[in-house]
């Protein structure tokens, strides 16, 4: 079945530097792929839609300029947290769909991040 | 107020036990209405998707059911297992006029089934 990955699954950074969180999906391709972000004990909060080709479209209270996001084809999408800080830990979570209303929107398995 | 309201927050049941987690939501209009299962630290994987004329739809031992005019929904789960043990998320999805999508989600219901 229709599989989305995301890499690396978890990773630790120091304060200050950058990383990127990539989500592909496997075996279909994607207008649209979601970031979000999870807290502990706390549901997702959609952070963006990451649209191919163009700009991504944040939510409100997600700074742009922090939370990068590149579309560059049909199955991939990246969101790069610049000048991370601790309180950029959490769990980010990308998901997408082959498109249609009724069609399954499938989860990455997640990507714990640790600022230090 | 969250837009998609789940309850209970938290529910134990002994292995071998059935339960039933609601889902109440207010956002409209609404393209389709999914349940996922999450367990900690990974990705949701769905469980049912049901659209707005769809009141019952089943996998395995998970049987979703939907009210749209009183915008309830519930997830029964039968005969439930040490793996069940999970949070489940109640996601209402919505298409704008503009052909935009946007998920809503549930605060969640973590159910531990013990032994």
């Known amino acids: 079945g229709a599989v989305v990955s995301q890499h690396p699954s978890w990773v630790i950074c120091k304060s200050g530097t950058s990383v990127k969180i990539e989500c592909r999906s496997l075996?279909?391709?994607?207008?649209?792929m979601f970031w979000y972000r999870q807290f502990p004990k706390q549901s997702l909060m959609l952070m963006a839609t990451?649209?191919?080709?163009?700009?991504?479209?944040?939510e409100q209270g997600v700074e742009k300029d922090k939370f990068l996001i590149n579309h560059a084809s049909l199955t991939l999408s990246t969101l790069t947290v610049t000048s991370a800080h601790p309180e950029d830990s959490s769990f980010y979570i990308c998901?997408?769909?082959?498109?249609?209303?009724?069609?399954?929107?499938?989860f990455g398995e997640g990507s714990w991040l640790t600022v230090v | 107020k969250n837009q998609v309201e789940q309850s209970p927050q938290s529910l134990i049941i002994l292995e071998g036990k059935n339960c039933t987690l609601q889902?109440?939501?207010?956002?409209?209009?609404?393209?389709?209405l999914r349940w996922y299962k999450q367990d900690t630290g990974r990705g949701p994987v769905s469980l049912t998707i049901?659209?707005?004329?769809?009141n019952t739809k089943s996998n395995g031992r998970y049987t979703a059911t939907l009210d749209a005019d009183t915008k309830q929904s519930s997830l029964h789960i039968t005969a439930s297992q040490l793996s069940d043990s999970a949070s489940y998320i109640c996601?209402?999805?919505?298409?704008?006029?503009?052909?935009?999508?946007?998920?809503?989600f549930g605060t969640g219901t973590r159910l531990t089934i013990i032994p």
């Open positions: 998901s997408a769909s082959p498109g249609g209303t009724g069609n399954t929107i499938y």
């Open positions: 075996d279909f391709q994607a207008t649209t």
């Open positions: 990451s649209n191919e080709g163009s700009k991504a479209t944040y």
């Open positions: 889902c109440n939501y207010t956002v409209s209009p609404f393209s389709n």
């Open positions: 049901m659209t707005f004329s769809e």
């Open positions: 996601v209402v999805r919505l298409i704008s006029n503009f052909g935009n999508e946007k998920l809503t």
